[in-house]
């Protein structure tokens, strides 16, 4: 079944604390993404990879870090997470760039205390 | 960037109503997607538009581009109970989509 995993669903952490959430697909997607959803803002996309050893800034890259050393896998790291990082995260990945259709993961739902 | 306004952000319907959502946009899009989001859930993708004017049907939703590329709508005919989301616009014509906040269908049986 193609899909978009990320674990883990659901995350509390205190701050500063790193922690990392590991976004896995099975579609030989080149194209992948992190956004977060904040009530009443949207998603907005924090960083994206167009390839293998390719990331570029999204529109909210602050306080995040992401590396793609294969091409299933897209992880999103927080060094040092801070309250207004509590936050759901959404990885999607899709065939090529951005206009095209995108996959989804379930999400993760960060609180950091 | 681009931006997108979508409207409007809530909207509550009698089951059997019909329900629209716009998006509208100050430049000239390229294309146009549209995502649902079910409560407790991740977005899926409904559509994308690309040609001026076009309209799109699945079912009992159709999906139309504006003449000028500017605005796009979701309408729904005959709301269901199964239709309970946030519906959502994207600007997908970079490598930075970016998406409009979302109308919020709530149906009441």
């Known amino acids: 079944e193609a899909q978009v995993t990320q674990n883990p669903r659901y995350l509390i952490t205190v701050t500063g604390k790193k922690l990392t959430v590991t976004c896995s697909q099975n579609?030989?997607?080149?194209?992948m993404s992190w956004y977060r959803q904040d009530p009443g803002l949207g998603l907005r996309q924090i960083y994206y990879s167009m390839n293998v050893e390719v990331t570029d800034k999204g529109d909210v890259p602050e306080g995040y870090k992401v590396s793609r050393k294969e091409k299933r896998n897209f992880p999103l790291i927080l060094e040092s997470p801070s309250p207004n990082q509590t936050s759901l995260y959404f990885c999607?990945?899709?065939?090529?760039?951005?206009?095209?259709?995108?996959?989804f993961g379930q999400g993760t739902r960060l609180t950091v205390v | 960037g681009q931006q997108v306004m979508q409207i409007p952000q809530y909207q509550h319907v009698q089951e059997g109503e019909d329900f629209t959502t716009y998006c509208n946009s100050s430049?000239?899009?390229?294309?146009i997607q549209w995502y649902k989001q079910r409560p407790g859930g991740h977005p899926v993708f409904l559509i994308q538009l690309v040609k001026s004017g076009e309209v799109k049907k699945q079912k009992r939703l159709t999906f139309q581009f504006g003449e000028a590329k500017k605005n796009s709508s979701l309408h729904i005919t005959a709301t269901q109970t199964t239709d309970v989301g946030t519906y959502f616009c994207a600007l997908a014509g970079s490598y930075i989509p970016t998406f409009g906040r979302g109308t919020s269908l709530i149906v009441h049986p």
């Open positions: 999607a990945s899709s065939l090529f760039r951005a206009d095209t259709e995108a996959f």
């Open positions: 579609m030989n997607h080149e194209y």
């Open positions: 430049t000239t899009l390229s294309n």
